[in-house]
């Protein structure tokens, strides 16, 4: 059996009085897609923040590959890679050259480098589009360049936080395809209020609301072997959510 890449135990976030994420407990494997849903202001994106050390957590525990991430800070966050909501792009820069920038930010060097950056324009089916400035890419091309940057350093955990918002439904399914093609060697935390898609691609999901944990286990286990959808699910365990991330 995999060993768990992610460990989230009992996790909290406070800001001031208000309660963002309460004591939510979950695990990733190597080679699974997990499913990351909840209603607007349900604490997704926080608890991305906290994972991936961009924000401190006011209680609980966070592992990556077995290693407390406040214990083990910068070990932890080379295991990681982040595909925000919002896509760290820079837009005049070429899309070979931007790859390129981003390994070196990621230690690579040299032969290394070059080798990754080149695995990441084909693996991300970059080829047509290397020469070009970001600027110039389509939604999907973007998204692409962005999952690219996210794995440059091959991460043994990739954060994606709502990866087809926007897209077409052709950019839709070949990014679905290159999630799930990801998903077979690494973990994947999948991030996204779009439930067909969570449905199609991801192994577990995690419904929170409230910043709480309203269901967690396979689509078969949620839906009851399939007598209901994720949608009526979803809607039955979120109906008294909160308003505003």
Request: proline share 4%; with cysteine.
């Amino acid at each position: 059996m995999s060993k768990n890449m992610l460990e989230v135990a009992g996790l909290c976030k406070n800001y001031g009085n208000f309660t963002a994420v309460k004591n939510l407990d979950f695990s990733v494997k190597k080679g699974e897609v997990f499913g990351f849903l909840g209603p607007n202001g349900a604490g997704k994106t926080t608890t991305m923040k906290i994972i991936t050390g961009f924000i401190p957590m006011s209680a609980g525990r966070v592992c990556v590959d077995g290693k407390d991430i406040l214990e083990h800070s910068l070990e932890t966050r080379r295991k990681i890679g982040y595909l925000p909501e919002t896509t760290p792009l820079y837009t005049d820069m070429f899309v070979e050259e931007y790859l390129l920038f981003v390994g070196k930010l990621r230690g690579l060097t040299g032969e290394k480098l070059k080798r990754q950056t080149t695995k990441m324009i084909e693996v991300c089916g970059l080829e047509t589009m290397w020469k070009r400035p970001v600027g110039h890419l389509s939604k999907g091309y973007r998204q692409r360049t962005g999952i690219a940057q996210a794995m440059i350093h091959e991460p043994d955990l990739l954060i994606l936080d709502e990866p087809i918002s926007g897209l077409d439904p052709n950019q839709i399914v070949e990014i679905r395809r290159l999630i799930k093609d990801i998903g077979k060697e690494k973990a994947v935390v999948y991030c996204s209020h779009i439930l067909p898609e969570i449905a199609a691609t991801c192994d577990k999901i995690i419904i929170i609301n409230n910043g709480e944990t309203a269901a967690n286990g396979t689509l078969s286990e949620l839906t009851n072997n399939g007598s209901e959808t994720l949608e009526d699910v979803f809607i039955k365990l979120t109906a008294n959510s909160r308003e505003g991330e």
